[in-house]
């Protein structure tokens, strides 16, 4: 998520996702026993077109995936939890292009949940950069009872299909922490943001990114 909104951004998430979960939101679904190579389920979840973050469209030919963290870890905000929010328009933000902040697919250990498809631009990685017009935007699940290395492992297993089915090489998956961030609403740089962090070895691309990455070339 791009850092200009953040503290607008977690007050909306807190509210929206206690307003999500007072209405009767199901629970997280539960864990499957063994995940399978062939079992990647993705289920839909888009934002009505037309409508919030889809209000107006980009269209895009993706050559980068880009990873973040959601940095929430509120119970019961997992996956499905941030689609919800998505597709209600519980993310706005006053300092981008769109007014709402959008990405392509959330991951939690049990779930993938997409809300934008494919081929349209997000806004989640840096305002009118190439990380918004030219990628694909996955956050990854902080969520208290949450398991981070399931969430690694699926992560990974959907970089690796989205590698294959958009022709994206390894070289062109991609922390959230590459891109420069140069605020839309005003200019301001706000240089590169530590995301997702669990997978920075002092703020930058290390071993742990590495290992991530040869994971991903796992299942290739």
């Keep these: 998520m791009d850092s200009g909104p953040l503290p607008l951004l977690f007050t909306t998430f807190a509210v929206g996702a206690a307003f999500l979960l007072s209405c009767g939101t199901p629970a997280e679904a539960p864990p499957s026993a063994q995940f399978h190579r062939s079992s990647l389920k993705i289920n839909k979840a888009f934002i009505p077109e037309g409508?919030?973050?889809r209000h107006k469209t980009r269209s895009m030919s993706p050559r980068y995936i880009t990873?973040?963290?959601?940095?929430?870890?509120?119970?019961?905000?997992?996956?499905?939890?941030h689609a919800r929010l998505l597709q209600r328009g519980g993310l706005k933000s006053k300092h981008n292009s769109l007014g709402y902040l959008i990405w392509h697919f959330t991951v939690d250990a049990y779930s993938i949940y997409q809300t934008l498809p494919t081929n349209e631009q997000g806004q989640h990685a840096d305002y009118e950069g190439t990380g918004n017009r030219k990628s694909i935007g996955i956050e990854m699940c902080e969520n208290r009872g949450n398991s981070r290395s399931a969430t690694l492992d699926r992560t990974a297993r959907l970089t690796a299909e989205l590698m294959r089915r958009h022709n994206i090489p390894l070289r062109n998956v991609i922390p959230h922490r590459h891109w420069r961030m140069i605020r839309y609403s005003d200019g301001r740089d706000l240089g590169h943001k530590n995301c997702p962090h669990f997978l920075m070895t002092n703020g930058r691309p290390g071993s742990k990114w590495q290992s991530f990455l040869t994971k991903v070339k796992s299942y290739l």
């Excluded at 990873?67 to 939890?81: D, E, I, K, P, V």
Aim: glycine share 22%; hydrophobic share 10%.
């Design 51 to 53: 409508r919030y973050g």
């Design 67 to 81: 990873l973040h963290s959601t940095q929430n870890r509120g119970s019961g905000t997992g996956a499905r939890t």
